[in-house]
T-cell receptor, first 111, second 117 residues
Framework: GNSVTQMEGPVTLSEEAFLTINCTYT??????LFWYVQYPGEGLQLLLK?????DKGSNKGFEATYRKETTSFHLEKGSVQVSDSAVYFC??????????FGQGTTLQVKP | GAGVSQTPSNKVTEKGKYVELRCDPI?????LYWYRQSLGQGPEFLIY????????DSGLPNDRFFAVRPEGSVSTLKIQRTERGDSAVYLC???????????????FGPGTRLTVL
C-alpha cells in the first residue's frame, strides 16, 4: 500500500542554517505530495504541495521538488529562523483522496 | 472566512463512556475527513464524507467508532465504550473539491484532544 517515510528527528539547527528534511514515498499511480507544518499549540497547516513529477512547491522560503525517479519530496530552506521551529509532516494522496502522513520531523532552531 | 472548527477542544472521559466530537467544516466545502493523531505520530485516516454519505470508512478501527454528516455540513464522530487506547487528538479536515482531485487541498481544524482515563 501507499506509505511515507520521513527522516527521524529532532533536527536541531542554528538560525540561518540550511535545512533539509528527507521524505520518500511508496505509491501506486501518481500521487500528489504535500508538506504540512504544525507549530506549537496550533493545528496542521499546509506548507506546500506538488501534484505531478518535477513540480516544485514553494512557500515561506521552503521548497520541495516532486522526484518520481527517486520517489522523494525532500523539504529544503536556505536559511531557517527561530520561528520555523515546528513539526513537519510529509504526506501524499492517491486517487482516494485520503492523506497518508509520515511520522513527522521536529525542527528546533536556536538563536 | 472562518476555518474548520472543532468542539470541544479537550475532552476527558472515563473508560466505557460514550463521546461525541463535532466538526464544522469551511463553508461550501463538500468533502470532510476525520483523522486520528497519537502522540509522536502523523495523523491516520479514519473516514471521509462526500456530501452526506461516507465514501470511505476504511480507517475506522472497529465498530465502536461511527461518524455522521446528516446535512452535508457539520459532522459528528461518535465513540462508544471508550478505551484508554482511544486517547489521541482527533482532527477534522475539509476540502472544496471531491476527494481525489489533483488540486484537492485539505484544511485542518485545531483538533479535539480526547483523554480516556
Amino acid at each position: 500500500g501507499n506509505s511515507v517515510t520521513q527522516m527521524e528527528g529532532p533536527v536541531t539547527l542554528s538560525e540561518e542554517a540550511f535545512l533539509t528534511i528527507n521524505c520518500t514515498y511508496t505509491a501506486t499511480g501518481y500521487p500528489s505530495l504535500f508538506w504540512y507544518v504544525q507549530y506549537p499549540g496550533e493545528g496542521l497547516q499546509l506548507l506546500l504541495k506538488a501534484t505531478k513529477a518535477d513540480d516544485k512547491g514553494s512557500n515561506k522560503g521552503f521548497e520541495a521538488t516532486y522526484r518520481k525517479e527517486t520517489t522523494s519530496f525532500h523539504l529544503e530552506k536556505g536559511s531557517v529562523q527561530v520561528s520555523d521551529s515546528a513539526v513537519y509532516f510529509c504526506a501524499l494522496t492517491g486517487n482516494t483522496g485520503k492523506l497518508i502522513f509520515g511520522q513527522g520531523t521536529t525542527l528546533q532552531v536556536k538563536p | 472566512g472562518a476555518g474548520v472548527s472543532q468542539t470541544p477542544s479537550n475532552k476527558v472521559t472515563e473508560k466505557g463512556k460514550y463521546v461525541e466530537l463535532r466538526c464544522d467544516p469551511i463553508s461550501g466545502h463538500t468533502a470532510l475527513y476525520w483523522y486520528r493523531q497519537s502522540l509522536g505520530q502523523g495523523p491516520e485516516f479514519l473516514i471521509y464524507f462526500q456530501g452526506t454519505g461516507a465514501a470511505d470508512d476504511s480507517g475506522l478501527p472497529n465498530d465502536r467508532f461511527f461518524a455522521v454528516r446528516p446535512e452535508g455540513s457539520v459532522s459528528t464522530l461518535k465513540i462508544q465504550r471508550t478505551e484508554r487506547g482511544d486517547s489521541a487528538v482527533y482532527l477534522c479536515a475539509s476540502s472544496f473539491l471531491p476527494a481525489g482531485g489533483r488540486e484537492d487541498t485539505q484544511y485542518f481544524g485545531p483538533g479535539t484532544r480526547l483523554t480516556v482515563l
